[in-house]
């Protein structure tokens, strides 16, 4: 496939800044996982621990909530709102987790066993 | 531009894999497709949820129930092993975006690695329940079970043959404008994979051992 795409080389000091801002970013990827996993123990621990589960269960509800959007943003950068189409990203991602959750409303209220 | 031309660390593009067009269809359309698999995902959760612990008459509920069954140690060694795994891919698209070949290739090597232990630890899980009574046909607890965890399985075999094909077929060839697109969309599915999960071993695991 042919392109007009043309790409300048960067000058020494620009390639200097870049990697350093590359750096930047992955520093920051690591703080996500460390928050992740932090938040995966606090979820396990109030699992074990002999608290109410009607406490228990929307608080880990909430902390994979908290987690999969680190996930989506942070590690898979859909907060990059210069990514090609980006909006159509985040209508259709969004539109699915709409769509997930009528099933949820479904098969927990309407259906019965 | 020819997409196998040889870059530098200088002139290589910040987001190479949307350089070209073909990376950028690739790009919106992966995502297009994960969020289908939001659907599917979502249909067998629920499903799951409204069946578990259900089963024919007389089924008992002391040996085959969600309390009974789960063990949290090895949903904790699973879980922790492959968010590592989604860590360890961050590291190659960084290293892609350094332009270092080798850093792409070593740290998706490590993610094929960190992924076939979470997956042998999730074949021992299926082995143990199987043999405990609890097959795929033992009850509709059961089928919901085996399908929504062998789902996300099934995910986790295709994101391992696909990453190992990638790390073989480029080999020799180099990091360019063709292959960068392959190896972004490959990570992104693989995070994907970990974003299941999240809810599995919320959802399956620690509400289940709960009740």
Known sequence: ??????????????QEYYRKENAAKMRS???????????????????????APNF?????????????VQQLYAFMHMEDKKAYHIGVISFFMWGGALIAFTF????LTIIWW | MDLNTKFTP??????AEQATMEGKNKFVGFWIFLS???????????????????????MDLAKYSTKALYELPLAFAMTMILLTSSLTSVYAMYHMKNFNFKGVQTWMGITVILGLCFLGLEIYEFYHYVHAGFGYRHSAFSSAFFTLVGTHGLHVIIGLVWISCLIFRNMKRGLNLYNAPKYFVASLYWHFIDVVWVFIF??????????
Request: glycine share 6%; charged share 10%.
């Open chain 1, 1 to 14: 496939m042919a392109h007009d795409t043309h790409f300048e080389a960067r000058s020494q000091v620009q």
């Open chain 1, 29 to 51: 990827q690591v703080t996500q996982f460390a928050i992740m996993i932090l938040l995966t123990l606090v979820a396990f621990a109030s699992a074990v621990a002999d608290f």
């Open chain 1, 56 to 68: 228990v269960k929307p608080f880990v509800l909430l902390l994979a909530g908290v987690q999969v």
């Open chain 1, 104 to 107: 949820f409303l479904c098969f």
């Open chain 2, 10 to 15: 200088q002139n290589w593009p910040e987001h």
């Open chain 2, 36 to 58: 289908c698999e939001v659907v599917l995902f979502a249909s067998l959760f629920a499903t799951y949820l409204a069946l578990k612990d259900s089963g024919p008459a007389g």
């Open chain 2, 202 to 211: 919320t959802v399956v695991y620690l509400m289940g051992v709960l009740g």
